[in-house]
Every structure is written in structure tokens, then in C-alpha cells.
């Protein structure tokens, strides 16, 4: 059913001839003519558009890929005597934890940078595949406006393998409760008020961008989070800064939970990190610390609509983020921060990418992109 | 790095030119003089391959998508009152567990029937996908020849929810330990021997198909397994059940722990179910049951190298599927066994799909299909 409701074809694309045009005309005429879509294959006259504005549409048509795949960054050796308490699969043995699953596809005549897209918390790489309403993801957006595009499952969920011992231990009695895994589950009604889809569940804020009616999809998405029960920073900041320095330079976007994740990768690292986009950070890195890590990479904090009206949990986060901004720019340094109805774009929720704006969102994103990390590196 | 160890183009593709030969001959001439290459657009001449023969090379060159995603099928809702022992989310509320996650792409020109990918114990849909030394994985190879291709996650696997609310429970006091879910994890010393590597870890067979060197890859794949914890059938059959009505006719394509999966699909529902194809079933259904269910939908059990070397393990499932396949054909139906070594490919582990002729098994199972699946419904 989803597949019959995808709405290709609708959606505004941004100005991005920018820099590397890679593809010949040839094959862009012959595409055109057997009624293909090569990102890449743009019109010749694409405006620079305005800020929230619609200029054009997403490449429509099939989506050439040039390669795709998946592979693990990260991760180590975990010896334990209580991984199974089964008898046909043996107590002790060797597992590996901590390591980070990524997927990719990069388009043909990929001529944009690559990008790492995050997802947040009690959430998996899913978040940014088909919406809830069936809708293309930004996964797929990205690849068709010919950005080599890599999803992440976080340490510890998804595909992203978690320590099942202490479970197994206190089953079989040789572990203690208390050293069970902080594991916790987001219900639908805490999380109504995070994503701000209204002021509580289940009213709704006039205007709201995420399709409510396909909010069932979105509760399927949701997952058990570890990240209660892992150092900090978490595994996958490293692991992050190891794709960064693999596939880079590239272009970081985490979500929510993951939004200071690329902070920490940079303070780690800054090898391979062209720039940042947080899409509703949950945290940023506090404003009286070292900003030298965070300079000279151009950043942007982007927030949806009602923030002011979560005066419980984003509003402040909002604060603290922007006082984050402005030491960093004081320090010299290029963090934007960005609430969409600044720019024109009305009734987002927490969950932008799944908004049913937002394809028009990703369209003027990668138009921000283009200007300030592509032109600007 | 694993980007740059792909090896396109030097494997085998099977006769396919069956029924359904939807693609235009103008197309596939702007696509090769474009240097992209279609599925479906095949050499006039393919000839039928000859059993375990590499009759021509995977197609090359770009990938051409007529649609892709992601949903989810099934899923139940589960209220809790033990969600979460962090005061930042609530204790008490709502999640959805029993879900499975599926993943598909739709070639243009899709001219076979789509393919389920159905993975095993232990692993996630992340089995189906690059190799672990970096060659293409079972879920592009089908796309390339032209069938629509599914790969899941089964209910409380990777992402798909598991049911976390014994564990937050036994932390915070309110569950006993007994109530923990009997979830394990597969060390890789036991799974050596469970995946045909060799007699003992880390001893290998002569001969072995299973790139070795590249085994890390392997190990971080492997994740909990909370299938014990599950009522039976697991919750992936209905929704393997409830795929197959959506997206079908299809061939469900499973794997070891998953073995049985698509035959107790087709107890619950024939609708949908084209073809069966059960690589290495960890279980059949007993033999001495109603085999009504089994007539009528050809199946295929597949089975690597050194089975009878395995008498602890595989030995045993390999007679006891054999027993299974025979009753079933005295009832009329038609399902085929074969160890690979019968039809000319020797050194297979357990785990084929990920192999070094991977892609030459793959091509004689897409040409089996052709035969005894597509040509014959």
C-alpha cells in the first residue's frame, strides 16, 4: 500500500549547480530521452532559490545508482561466560559490541558531498527512509540530488549489535539486577509532547506538519534505546569520526538524541567533517567549554515550528544550543541557527524528515549546504 | 575500504529470459550506448545455463531503480507500566513490538517475480547485503536480474522492536528474573562449527568458500537473538504471510533459524506464496504432519558442503528435511533437495550468501526459479 502512495514528482528541489559538475550532457540528453533520472541531470537554468521557497521539483523517474552497500565501522571483542542460556548455542564465547552499521548509495556522476545522516533517539536508520505516509526520505532525496548518502543504525540498536550479557547473567541468576542495562522504551505518549505534535497526547498543534494519520507507522519505528547504558561520549562518535575520515570530506546530520554526536566527532577529530547540520539537537556542547574543536567547520542548527511552546524540554534546549552558537561564532567560527519559520516553512514538528514538508525542507537544506559547506570549503 | 574491494562484473548470470519481458528493446539500446545497464536488458542470446555453470556476468555498470523503501508489516500494540526508569521518559505508556521491518528495491523493467529475503539466527537482513570481504550481496544480485527484492528484519531483530519491558521491570524491582526474555547471543567460537567453517575453531575445511580472512565482518553482523522469547510461529511468519499477500505472487527466500518460516507461511495462508526457497533450514516440518499445505507451491531446499562432516548438527536437519521433502512429493508436491556439491559447486559453508561463488550460487538459483517457479505457475 505505502508504495502506491508515494508522491514523486511534487517536490521542490534547491539550486545546487555548484561545483563538480561530473556528468556529461550526453548522457543527461540520453537519460532524458529513455525517460530516466540521473541526479545530476539537471536543468540548465535551475534558480538559486529563494529561502523557503518551492523552485522545482525532485528528479523524478527511476534513480540511477553508481554503487551501494552496507559495512560496520568500529566495534570490539567482548569475551563472556553468559551469552546463552540455551543448550544448543554454548555460554561462553566472544561477541562484538560497539560497532556502528552503515548502509549507502552513491548516485551516478555523484557530484555533491557525501552525507552521513543520524538518527535519534529510540529510533534506527528507518527515520530517514520512506516516511510514515509513504513519502520519499531524505535517504533517497539526497542520493537523487546526487549526494553520496550513508545511514546509520547508532551503536547498540538497529542493526547495531547490543550486549545481551547482563540480561543472560541475571536470568541464569549469576548477575545481578542492578547491573541489568539502563534500557529504556519512548510510549507514543511521551513521545506526542517530544515531537511536538501538540501540547499533550493526542491534541494536535494547528498547522502540524506530520501526517498524524500514518502516526502508527512512526510508533513502529520506534526501538528500545541503550544509550543510557554506554560511555559517553557514545561508541558511535568515534565510529562517526572513522566514516567521516573514510568517505569525507563529508557533510554529518544527525537528529534529536545524535545532534551533539557530530560535535563530539569534531572534538575528536575534525579529519573528514566538511560541515554539520543538527536537525533539532537534543544537546549541544556546553557555551563556557574549549570552542576551538567546533571553528572552521560551518555548521547549522536547524529547529521546526512550536519550540517556544515546549517550554518543558526544547525551548530551553533551543537556549542552550544558541548560546553554544554565538561562543562558537564569537570564537571565529560559522554555527547558524536556524527556526524554519524563519525561512518560511510553517508547522514542523520534532520530526522534520518525516514532516509532509519535507522533501521542501531537505530542498532548501541542501541549498544551505551548497552555499555555505560546498562553496565555502 | 570495503567500496573499493567490489568486484563487478565477474560473475555469473543465469538464463532468465522467461515470461515477463517487460523492458523495450529502444530502452536497453539508449541504456548501453549510455553505458548504464538495466536489468532486463540481457543479450538476446542467453543462453539456459548448464547446472553449476557461470554462463555470463552479472550485470554492470550503474543500477537502475524504479522504486525503493521502507515499511512495516504487522505489529501489536503493547501498554506497559516498566517502559523506562529514566526520569526524562515516562514509565507508563504505549510501544509496538511483533513488527517486521522490510526493505525493498524495485528494478525498472522488473521483469521476475519479487524475492523475499528471510534471514537467520543470530543476523539481521544485513546477511543478504555486502559481503563480508565486500563483493555484492544476494539483495542487489536479484535486483540486477530483474526481480523486485525484500529483505526483512524478523519481529525483534535489529530494526525491528524488541519487547524491553522485563528488563526495565527486573531493574527497578517490579519483574523477577525468571520473567527476563531468554535471549542469546551466538559466540563465534560455537558458531564455527554451526556455520560449516570447519571441524573446530578457528580449524578450517579445504577447500572453503567462506572468505576467512574477512570473518570480522561476519562476527559484528551477529546480534541477540530473542527468538526463544517469542511464541511460535514467530511473529515474522504471519507477516512473511501478510508480505507475500501484499507484494506476491513471490518466492520467500529464507535462511537457517528462518528455514521453516515460509512453510509455516504457507500453513497460515497459500496466497502469495509463488515458490520456496529454504537455504540450509535449521528445521523442516515433521514429516508425519498434514502435508497439505506443502503441495502445490514448488519449494527448493538448499544445502552447502561438509553437511554429513557436521553429525552433531546438520547431519540430522539435512535427513529430517529429506524425510519432510519426500513425504511431501508422495502427496503430490514438488520439493527439490540439493547439496550444491551435486550441481557442481564444492567448499560452500553454511552461510552461501556470503561465499566466494556467492554470486555463481546465485546464479543458479535464479535460473532454478526460472525453471521450476516462474515457468511452472
Same mark, same amino acid.
Given at each position: 500500500?505505502?508504495?502506491?502512495?508515494?508522491?514523486?514528482?511534487?517536490?521542490?528541489?534547491?539550486?545546487?549547480?555548484?561545483?563538480?559538475?561530473?556528468?556529461?550532457?550526453?548522457?543527461?540528453?540520453?537519460?532524458? #530521452?529513455?525517460?530516466?533520472?540521473?541526479?545530476?541531470?539537471?536543468?540548465?537554468?535551475?534558480?538559486?532559490?529563494?529561502?523557503?521557497?518551492?523552485?522545482?521539483?525532485?528528479?523524478?523517474?527511476?534513480?540511477?545508482?553508481?554503487?551501494?552497500?552496507?559495512?560496520?565501522?568500529?566495534?570490539?571483542?567482548?569475551?563472556?561466560?553468559?551469552?546463552?542460556?540455551?543448550?544448543?548455542?554454548?555460554?561462553?564465547?566472544?561477541?562484538?559490541v560497539?560497532?556502528?552499521?552503515?548502509?549507502?548509495?552513491?548516485?551516478?556522476?555523484?557530484?555533491?558531498?557525501?552525507?552521513?545522516?543520524?538518527h535519534g533517539c529510540c529510533l534506527t536508520g528507518k527515520s530517514?527512509?520512506?516516511?510514515p505516509?509513504?513519502?520519499?526520505?531524505?535517504?533517497?532525496?539526497?542520493?537523487?540530488?546526487?549526494?553520496?548518502?550513508?545511514?546509520?543504525d547508532q551503536a547498540s540498536r538497529g542493526r547495531s549489535a547490543v550486549d545481551p550479557?547482563a540480561i543472560v547473567?541475571a536470568r541464569?541468576?549469576?548477575?545481578?539486577a542492578p547491573q541489568l542495562p539502563n534500557v529504556f522504551a519512548a510510549g507514543r505518549e511521551g513521545a506526542w509532547t517530544i515531537f511536538r505534535f501538540?501540547?499533550e497526547y493526542p491534541?494536535?498543534?494547528?498547522?502540524?506538519?506530520?501526517?498524524?494519520?500514518?502516526q502508527d507507522e512512526l510508533w513502529k519505528q520506534m526501538v528500545p534505546d541503550w544509550s543510557a547504558a554506554l560511555?559517553?561520549?557514545n561508541?558511535t562518535?568515534?565510529?562517526?569520526?572513522?566514516?567521516?575520515?573514510?568517505?569525507?570530506? #563529508?557533510?554529518?546530520?544527525?537528529h534529536s538524541q545524535s545532534?551533539?554526536?557530530?560535535?563530539?566527532?569534531?572534538?575528536?577529530?575534525?579529519?573528514?567533517?566538511?560541515?554539520?547540520?543538527?536537525?533539532?539537537?537534543g544537546?549541544?556542547?556546553?557555551?563556557?567549554?574549549?570552542?576551538?574543536?567546533?571553528?572552521?567547520?560551518?555548521?547549522?542548527?536547524?529547529?521546526?515550528?512550536?519550540?517556544?511552546?515546549?517550554?518543558?524540554w526544547?525551548?530551553?534546549?533551543?537556549?542552550?544550543?544558541?548560546?553554544?552558537?554565538?561562543?562558537?561564532? +564569537?570564537?571565529?567560527?560559522?554555527?547558524?541557527?536556524?527556526?524554519?519559520?524563519?525561512?518560511?516553512?510553517?508547522?514542523?514538528s520534532h520530526m522534520?524528515?518525516q514532516?509532509?514538508?519535507?522533501?521542501?525542507?531537505?530542498?532548501?537544506?541542501?541549498?544551505?549546504? #551548497? +552555499?555555505?559547506?560546498?562553496?565555502?570549503?
Amino acid at each position: 500500500m505505502r508504495m502506491k502512495t508515494r508522491q514523486e514528482g511534487l517536490h521542490p528541489r534547491p539550486g545546487r549547480e555548484t561545483r563538480i559538475p561530473l556528468i556529461s550532457k550526453k548522457l543527461c540528453a540520453l537519460a532524458t #530521452a529513455a525517460a530516466l533520472s540521473l541526479a545530476g541531470c539537471a536543468s540548465p537554468s535551475s534558480p538559486e532559490p529563494a529561502r523557503g521557497a518551492a523552485p522545482a521539483s525532485v528528479p523524478a523517474g527511476p534513480l540511477v545508482i553508481e554503487r551501494q552497500g552496507s559495512f560496520f565501522i568500529g566495534g570490539r571483542d567482548l569475551r563472556s561466560d553468559t551469552l546463552s542460556a540455551l543448550p544448543a548455542f554454548a555460554s561462553t564465547g566472544t561477541i562484538v559490541v560497539d560497532q556502528m552499521y552503515v548502509r549507502y548509495q552513491v548516485p551516478a556522476a555523484a557530484h555533491h558531498l557525501p552525507m552521513v545522516l543520524i538518527h535519534g533517539c529510540c529510533l534506527t536508520g528507518k527515520s530517514w527512509e520512506t516516511t510514515p505516509d509513504g513519502r520519499m526520505g531524505w535517504d533517497e532525496y539526497f542520493v537523487r540530488m546526487g549526494h553520496p548518502t550513508y545511514v546509520i543504525d547508532q551503536a547498540s540498536r538497529g542493526r547495531s549489535a547490543v550486549d545481551p550479557t547482563a540480561i543472560v547473567g541475571a536470568r541464569t541468576g549469576r548477575a545481578a539486577a542492578p547491573q541489568l542495562p539502563n534500557v529504556f522504551a519512548a510510549g507514543r505518549e511521551g513521545a506526542w509532547t517530544i515531537f511536538r505534535f501538540g501540547p499533550e497526547y493526542p491534541k494536535a498543534y494547528d498547522g502540524l506538519q506530520f501526517p498524524l494519520e500514518a502516526q502508527d507507522e512512526l510508533w513502529k519505528q520506534m526501538v528500545p534505546d541503550w544509550s543510557a547504558a554506554l560511555p559517553v561520549p557514545n561508541p558511535t562518535v568515534p565510529a562517526l569520526s572513522a566514516l567521516a575520515r573514510k568517505i569525507g570530506p #563529508a557533510v554529518l546530520v544527525s537528529h534529536s538524541q545524535s545532534g551533539i554526536y557530530p560535535f563530539q566527532a569534531l572534538a575528536l577529530d575534525k579529519a573528514g567533517v566538511a560541515g554539520v547540520v543538527a536537525i533539532e539537537p537534543g544537546s549541544c556542547p556546553a557555551a563556557d567549554g574549549d570552542m576551538r574543536p567546533y571553528v572552521g567547520t560551518p555548521a547549522l542548527l536547524l529547529f521546526g515550528d512550536f519550540v517556544d511552546r515546549s517550554t518543558g524540554w526544547w525551548a530551553p534546549r533551543f537556549k542552550a544550543c544558541q548560546a553554544f552558537a554565538q561562543a562558537v561564532n +564569537r570564537a571565529g567560527g560559522r554555527i547558524e541557527v536556524v527556526r524554519l519559520p524563519e525561512v518560511g516553512f510553517r508547522g514542523n514538528s520534532h520530526m522534520i524528515m518525516q514532516d509532509r514538508n519535507s522533501l521542501e525542507v531537505a530542498g532548501w537544506l541542501s541549498g544551505w549546504i #551548497a +552555499r555555505n559547506v560546498e562553496r565555502g570549503s
